[in-house]
């Protein structure tokens, strides 16, 4: 951390002729504390240190060194006390005392008297250059912070409950899109000799959501939990994979690395390292996953940054590969720390945290928005008290954009425990559902494992794919205002197609949940080709239909033996002759495109029906929109 500095060890024999002690017991207990502190003997250093200062009321040293050790524990307040007790006994001693004073009070949360200590150190001469420009950031630090708590932001935080919440920490939540399932991160005190040394145990918990509540989180065990230490997971949007961090790991990489698994029949698979490009001989950490599994965000101290750690991120090809991964740039990465990142399901809006802009202190959670030529806004400072003087990071927010997910010691006795709380509407990010699909055999309602995509079909796009569960069930995140189309495959069932719009019909909070039965390939079944379009009016065929033509001309060609009639329906607006005549020129056009992508034209028959055979009324808009519609039909299967 740059701007959080480490308050550096004085070593007073170098700066005084003497001590501010006449007690030789008193220095002998100092002497002592400081050997223990250079051994890391936190304790033991801490013991003499006090004994030396209740021996000596004045003994500055032993306040400083007492200071120093605080800072080293984050017990920022106890630090701020004993160099305040430094500087009254003489401020003109060691003058970038008040720099460690300052420091101190500003971890600790008090900003004025910190503000007014980083002045007076730098109204001194004979600083440090590194210190004196830590110091000017700190006192941006310190007037961000008093302006902050004038200007609270809207911030209730309520615990997640017993259910997931216990003695033990509990961090680093992931869930799922449709809120249903989340991943978190515990550490459990341990015993005996490994609490002696100071080790604990970090392993994966979940807990599913039922029955308006978070149900009782169960260890996920082998293979993901081992006796080495797991966490940071981000699940996917479905639930059906995860990427997490393990350190010193058998086969890692580097001291983390990011790891995946995935989830089939009621099972997470042996996680594999990511490898490189991903992951490198340095530290790489707390991935998040876009929901449409694209895009790889994560923390890495990597060479090629702007800091200590900066935020990364790698594409996924058409091959399942991972890119060599891209620095986020100087908008997002300082020359401090950027780690916890978080991709919202809208795909365009970051949460993250750093320690190397203005703000409250330590890390502060900010947000940015992705613009339309791909670059990003400028990080928006979350705001007092979501952020203050403690460490913040690790917040996710529900597919709806309002609930929001985050860890926090609000209560020392029971260490960190899992909130939530409504996010401001100005830090919210788009608000995204989701479609829910279960996949079925029409015949005999067996559950199917199929393949399934989502199209934008303005821009005729993939925006995701993939492979239902062993229960037959898919689940992709939808950001609104787009028009999409959803195609299920299977080899031996005719495709399955549907459109809509994510907004109005299917609104973000009441969620697309669909029973997709596919028809098995035979004489008589049929496909409704619900994402073929035509302009108004027109049997000219749209750019959104292309998609599903070419899925169909696939289906075509996979199976030789297939004989297919396309039919055209109208709703009952206009004549019937006219209906029948822009029902067969719209058939026609769709055997047309076929054609041109290779299939035989003896394979192919059109008809128009008009405004035969309605699936909805023709009074309503909803009616007449089920009217109007292309399907295909199987007419027989040549042998």
Not at 146 to 162: C, D, E, Q, T, Y
């Amino acid at each position: 951390m740059v701007f959080k500095i480490a308050l550096c060890l004085i070593t007073f024999n170098g700066y005084a002729q003497s001590f501010h002690t006449a007690s030789n017991k008193a220095l002998k207990a100092y002497n002592e504390g400081v050997t223990a502190f250079d051994f890391v003997n936190f304790a033991k250093a801490e013991n003499e240190l006090k004994q030396a200062i209740n021996i000596d009321k004045k003994f500055l040293e032993a306040y400083m060194m007492l200071g120093e050790l605080m800072a080293k524990q984050n017990r920022y307040q106890e630090a701020a006390e004993n160099f305040r007790k430094a500087v009254q006994i003489d401020s003109l001693f060691f003058k970038p005392v008040f720099l460690s004073l300052a420091n101190a009070e500003m971890m600790s949360g008090d900003y004025s008297n910190a503000l007014n200590h980083f002045n007076v150190y730098l109204s001194q001469t004979g600083m440090l250059e590194k210190n004196r420009i830590v110091a000017l950031r700190n006192v941006k630090n310190c007037k961000f912070a008093l302006n902050a708590i004038k200007n609270p932001v809207p911030f209730n935080p309520v615990s997640i409950g017993s259910s997931i919440n216990s003695v033990d920490d509990e961090y680093w939540p992931s869930i799922t899109a449709d809120g249903q399932k989340m991943m978190f991160t515990r550490q459990i005190n341990q015993t005996g000799s490994q609490l002696r040394h100071g080790l604990s145990q970090e392993d994966f918990y979940m807990s599913n959501f039922s029955d308006s509540s978070w149900q009782k989180a169960f260890n996920v065990g082998p293979p993901l939990n081992t006796p080495q230490n797991e966490g940071a997971a981000s699940i996917s949007s479905s639930g059906n994979y995860m990427f997490f961090t393990a350190c010193d790991r058998v086969g890692g990489k580097g001291s983390c690395d990011i790891y995946f698994s995935s989830y089939s029949d009621g099972k997470w698979s042996e996680p594999f390292n990511l490898g490189p490009p991903v992951n490198t001989s340095f530290w790489e950490s707390q991935p998040s996953i876009s929901a449409d599994g694209r895009f790889l965000f994560f923390s890495s101290s990597r060479p090629g940054g702007f800091g200590g750690k900066d935020i990364w991120f790698s594409v996924l090809n058409d091959r399942n590969i991972f890119s060599p991964p891209v620095n986020m740039g100087k908008t997002i990465n300082t020359n401090g720390d950027e780690m916890s990142p978080f991709i919202h399901f809208d795909g365009k809006t970051l949460y993250f945290a750093s320690d190397g802009r203005v703000g409250m202190g330590g890390f502060d959670i900010y947000m940015t928005r992705m613009n339309k030529d791909s670059t990003w806004t400028e990080p928006k400072n979350l705001g007092y008290p979501i952020n203050t003087y403690n460490d913040e990071m690790g917040l996710i927010i529900e597919a709806g954009g309002n609930k929001t997910y985050f860890s926090s010691i609000r209560d020392k006795q029971n260490g960190k425990d899992i909130f939530y709380f409504n996010l401001y509407e100005s830090a919210r990010p788009s608000p995204v559902s989701y479609l829910k699909g279960k996949v079925c055999d029409k015949e005999t309602g067996m559950l199917l494992k199929a393949d399934y995509e989502l199209i934008n079909l303005s821009s005729g796009i993939v925006a995701n794919k993939g492979t239902t569960d062993g229960s037959g069930i898919f689940l992709v995140c939808l950001p609104s205002g787009y028009n999409y189309g959803i195609n299920v495959t299977k080899p031996g069932y005719l495709f399955y197609s549907e459109n809509f719009m994510f907004e109005g019909e299917h609104p973000v909070m009441k969620p697309f949940i669909k029973r997709i039965n596919l028809n098995p390939i035979k004489a008589g079944e049929k496909i409704q080709l619900t994402n073929v379009f035509y302009e108004f009016d027109s049997w000219q065929l749209k750019k959104e239909s292309i998609s599903e033509l070419d899925n169909l001309a696939d289906l075509i060609s996979e199976n030789e033996d297939l004989v297919i009639e396309i039919g055209g329906y109208t709703d009952s607006t206009g004549t019937a002759e006219y209906n029948m005549t822009l029902s067969e020129k719209r058939a026609q056009s769709v055997v047309d495109y076929l054609i041109t992508k290779g299939i035989s034209p003896d394979r192919l028959k059109f008809k128009g029906y008009g405004n035969a055979f309605p699936l909805g009324d023709n009074i309503t808009v909803e009616g007449r929109k089920l009217n109007r519609r292309t399907e295909a039909k199987v007419l027989e299967r040549r042998k």
